[in-house]
């Protein structure tokens, strides 16, 4: 049994609660930040809308098992442009069975996967840019305190008493785990080696479950700490901060607790645009923010080291 952070299946269960309507009440700040983004950049009626429908079944290549223990993104989209063609198939028959029927981007994809799923990964880039890029720093966060959390479970209490206190629809007990929603049951023999626990900032209210032989079974769960995720964090010290930085310096990046352009932030200090820029530059150069092309703008986030910068100086 091991733990993994996977950008993809931040990917898929991220898209699902911008666009399925039931997004858990905890993501509203960042869903209203992104969906009118996806709107205008055409995501809510391009592939991942036709792989990952608002309920139901996802393609399961879309979840390659991760290698290590925190693949970045351009690991796991390679994994998916190896999916062998039989496998894209197989999956796009079982959303077909669901659907009714294939729209015409998934039967282009079931007829040529070799040729189709370089439009899928690039799509998928361009979605992780505009909706989770500018935020991955704070997300990442959670679920890396989420894995700490349960490694010292496993150390202090064993791996049965973790998968006991994963999600009330999880539990082991007489050597099997029971997954309550989980239909068919499933044996060890055909579900794969090992299992694979991935914490997910969106996964919710219940955990998935990818089956897909001969990989490891994967477990998607909630992260514990993802109600605090959008919660504005004041930010003091900055006086102090701003000895080092500058003001304005310290000000732009005090303002950074949710990504913002160059122009929101303008409006937002009353510093002239081109100032911001100059200043936001600067903090890109010293590693304190990161830059992410959002359409025809550019979105602006504290980086982790800047997170870090500001948690200094208010204690």
């Known amino acids: 049994m091991r733990f993994a952070v996977s950008p993809m299946w931040e990917v898929g269960t991220s898209f699902r609660a911008l666009t399925g309507g039931a997004a858990n009440p905890v993501h509203r700040p960042w869903v209203e930040q992104v969906r009118p983004r996806l709107a205008a950049a055409g995501l809510d009626r391009g592939w991942l809308a036709e792989l990952v429908p608002p309920a139901g079944y996802v ?10 223990p925190a693949p970045d993104l351009a690991t796991e989209l390679a994994g998916i442009l190896a999916t062998p063609e039989d496998r894209v198939r197989r999956d796009l028959d079982r959303l077909g069975e669901q659907a009714g029927r294939l729209g015409p981007r998934l039967r282009a994809l079931y007829a040529d996967p070799r040729a189709r799923l370089p439009r899928v990964v690039e799509e998928i880039g361009t979605y992780w840019e505009l909706a989770l890029a500018p935020y991955w720093e704070r997300i990442r966060a959670v679920l890396d305190a989420e894995v700490f959390h349960r490694a010292r479970q496993v150390a202090e209490h064993g791996a049965g008493h973790v998968l006991n206190d994963l999600h009330s629809s999880v539990s082991w007990e007489d050597d ?7 239909k068919p049951p499933l044996s060890r023999p055909s579900a794969g080696p090992g299992l694979l626990l991935v914490p997910s900032a969106f996964t919710g209210p219940h955990p998935f479950a990818r089956v897909t032989p001969p990989g490891p079974p994967q477990l998607a769960y909630p992260a514990r700490g993802v109600g605090a995720l959008w919660v504005r964090r004041p930010v003091a010290g900055t006086a102090a901060l701003a000895a080092v930085l500058g003001r304005s310096r310290a000000l732009l990046l005090a303002e950074l607790d949710s990504p913002a352009s160059t122009t929101e932030l303008a409006r937002r200090t009353g510093l002239s645009a081109a100032g911001v820029s100059q200043y936001l530059t600067a903090l890109r150069d010293a590693g304190l923010v990161s830059a992410h092309r959002a359409g025809r703008s550019v979105l602006y986030a504290r980086t982790a080291v800047g997170e870090s910068l500001l948690l200094a100086a208010a204690s």
């Open 59 to 68: 393609a399961d290549f879309l979840n390659p098992a991760p290698a290590g």
């Open 176 to 182: 099997v785990l029971r997954l309550v929603r989980r």
